[in-house]
């Protein structure tokens, strides 16, 4: 399954500052069933755009898990504040 989160920054945040420590922040979750994580930036600066997609590759029984983990309350906790808006999605290849 992959787990997408959409993330559409506040104006004046500035991704580049913060994506390194976002990507360890994802990098550090070590859970079963969780493979791989993906790192899509927006290519086109526009209002009407979203900024960042973070699409992580996991075993749909690993999402409580993943829920739970240490590194995504990091992230709500460190970045939620500068989150205008978000959408998640969740498909199967």
Known sequence: ?????LVKFMPGFKLDEHIDDIKRIF??????????VDYIRNCIDRDNRYDF??????EKDSLPEYDASSGHHEWK?????????????????
């Open 77 to 93: 906790e460190k970045y939620g504040q500068f989150v205008e808006k978000k959408a998640i999605f969740d498909y199967e290849d």
């Open 1 to 5: 399954m992959n787990h997408c989160i």
């Open 53 to 58: 997609l973070i699409k992580i590759h996991i």
């Open 27 to 36: 990098d550090s979750i070590k859970i079963g069933g969780l493979s791989k």
